[in-house]
């Protein structure tokens, strides 16, 4: 498949990844390009802005979700309707799974799709010490595929000094950002915030977008991006017969973690989904088979799903009566009798679980984890896998101990999520490619076939 494509990447966090992203995001939708936008890692985030601000379609890649392949078909099912594809790294470049690893880098992603890599660097003080940064990145691999470079906090002064110097290294001067704090796209960190809460950021990114078609050469960054080569990959094998099954996903200012690869595995297998409001609708949607709570923000309007009785007692009573559940991190939260609040108020939620959900004063188990049950369980079977993510200030008076979840690097290991008859639920956030067999099952036991 042939998909235009460019990776913004940097030396370390904080450079100006995110700003120079959107920033070029926006523009390029200013110019009436078909526009598709991806953030490495197992980020929510970021898509989720760059949907409802930017208004340009979203989404993730992940090397530890997905092998190569997966990962070149999950793309491609994206892109394929993209005049270009914009990918925003994560951390530093060649950061990966381990302090002294690529794997599942930003770098590891670049090799993947084969895509040129534009290497954004932070210039504030410096002048030709900048220019080291840069041979330094090219040299550290081989195969580096930095192709261009964006100087953030520079002026066009040092930037035009220093451009021949560029060019013979052989690298495209593809521009600079001068210091405009004003204009600056802050990293949000998973947790804090959600687009709908950052006033006038609309009126910014459009501001910056008119800076950034002064200061970048945008023709330059246009043709980089379609000098990446065709992708080839290996279609999956769909399970023979699967049943038709109507799947209500909970999805509002509450519920809004959700990976697009997840919803388009259910699709893919014939799911039907239906999407709700535990904050504003009284009931599941009609003909509702199965029920999935995603992760979001439920602590942040615990108020509101509390004093919504008819939608608590009407998910109790579905799940009560063994209607198929998968629930993770804010959906598990919100199936305890118990949430609290930022504020420290406790409100009663749909109470299928008997224990309270507390606000801790630290990050809770965080990141990568590949999970695997314990005992036989509607879902999974021993033996098998899933992969998945965690990242939670809130913990559970019961975070259950059906399955053992593993570091990548072996180390550490913990015990969680409840699997009982057909619901499972915990904190982790499951990426359903990583293991579709979970997905076949739950949607079998959906159709009533388990």
């Not at 950061?95 to 590891?108: I, Q, R, V, W």
């Not at 002064?157 to 021949?164: D, E, H, I, R, S």
């Not at 023709?219 to 065709?230: F, P, Q, V």
Request: hydrophobic share 40%; with cysteine; aromatic share 10%.
């Amino acid at each position: 498949m042939n998909a235009p494509r460019i990776i913004f990447a940097a030396p370390a966090s904080g450079s100006g990844k995110t700003t120079v992203t959107c920033g070029v995001l926006q523009a390029l939708k200013n110019r009436g390009i078909q526009v598709y936008s991806f953030k490495c890692g197992p980020d929510y985030i970021d898509p989720m802005f760059q949907e409802k601000v930017i208004g340009v379609r979203s989404g993730t890649l992940d090397l530890f979700f997905s092998p190569e392949n997966l990962l070149k078909r999950l793309f491609c099912r994206h892109a394929k309707n993209a005049e270009i594809s914009v990918i925003e790294g994560v951390m530093g470049y060649y950061d990966g799974l381990a302090t002294d690893s690529d794997e599942a880098s930003t770098y590891a992603v670049a090799k993947a799709l084969e895509a040129p890599v534009v290497l954004i660097i932070n210039g504030r003080g410096q002048a030709l010490s900048a220019l080291a940064t840069l041979e330094g990145f090219l040299r550290f691999r081989p195969d580096s595929r930095i192709r261009g470079v964006i100087f953030n906090q520079m002026s066009e002064a040092v930037f035009n000094a220093l451009k021949p110097k560029i060019e013979e290294m052989g690298v495209a001067a593809i521009g600079y950002v001068p210091k405009v704090p004003d204009l600056v796209i802050e990293s949000r960190h998973l947790g804090l915030v959600t687009p709908g809460e950052i006033s006038d950021l609309s009126e910014k990114l459009l501001k910056l977008a008119r800076l950034l078609e002064k200061t970048l050469d945008f023709d330059t960054l246009i043709g980089l991006s379609r000098e990446a080569a065709e992708i080839e990959y290996t279609e999956a094998t769909l399970p023979a017969k699967l049943p038709k099954a109507n799947i209500a996903v909970a999805s509002d200012e509450a519920f809004c973690f959700l990976y697009k690869d997840n919803l388009a595995l259910l699709e893919e297998y014939g799911a039907s989904i239906s999407y709700f409001s535990p904050i504003r609708d009284t009931a599941l949607p009609e003909k509702t088979d199965g029920l999935i709570l995603p992760g979001g923000y439920p602590e942040l309007y615990a108020k509101e799903l509390s004093e919504n009785t008819a939608m608590r007692e009407a998910v109790a009573s579905a799940i009560c009566a063994g209607m198929p559940t998968l629930a993770e991190c804010g959906g598990f939260l919100y199936l305890h009798r118990e949430l609290e609040d930022m504020n420290g108020r406790f409100y009663p939620m749909a109470g299928v679980l008997p224990g309270k959900a507390y606000r801790t004063n630290r990050l809770g188990r965080f990141g990568y984890i590949t999970l695997s049950p314990k005992e036989d369980s509607a879902f999974l079977e021993p033996g098998e896998e899933i992969r998945a993510h965690e990242y939670h200030y809130f913990e559970s008076e019961d975070p259950g101990e059906s399955f053992l979840a593993v570091k990548p690097n072996g180390k550490r290991k913990w015990d969680c999520m409840i699997a009982s008859g057909n619901l499972l639920c915990g904190f982790p956030h499951l990426f359903y490619e990583s293991n579709p067999k979970l997905i076949e099952r739950f949607l079998r036991r959906c159709a009533g076939e388990e």
